[in-house]
């Protein structure tokens, strides 16, 4: 699992390139070698969506569990959802 590549000339992206295709909605990555734009597939929108979901979901209630604090597991779910953004770039796929 590694950074993705663009679909035409399949020069591989740079991290900061899809992180900011990524935090601005999916927007679509130019290549900086051919200059074509690469959309985010679908279903790499519905794995970032689950991931994410699935992610807070276990580390909310985790720390419910260990410790019924709510300011506490909002603050956790909020580092672990940033952190799972810097992740991201590498499970997303383009078409
Ligand atoms: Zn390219």
Do not use: Q
Not at 4 to 9: D, E, R, S
């Amino acid at each position: 699992m590694g950074l993705p590549k663009c679909v035409h000339c399949h020069t591989k992206f740079r991290w900061k390139l899809i992180f900011h295709s990524f935090v601005f909605a999916y927007h679509p990555v130019k290549c900086e070698n051919c200059l074509k734009e690469n959309k985010v597939k679908l279903s790499s929108r519905f794995l970032v969506a689950f991931l994410l979901v699935f992610i807070l979901y276990t580390v909310g209630f985790s720390s419910m569990a260990l410790s019924p604090d709510l300011m506490s597991t909002l603050i956790i779910m909020m580092i672990t959802g940033g952190l799972f953004l810097f992740v991201c770039p590498f499970i997303v796929r383009y078409r």
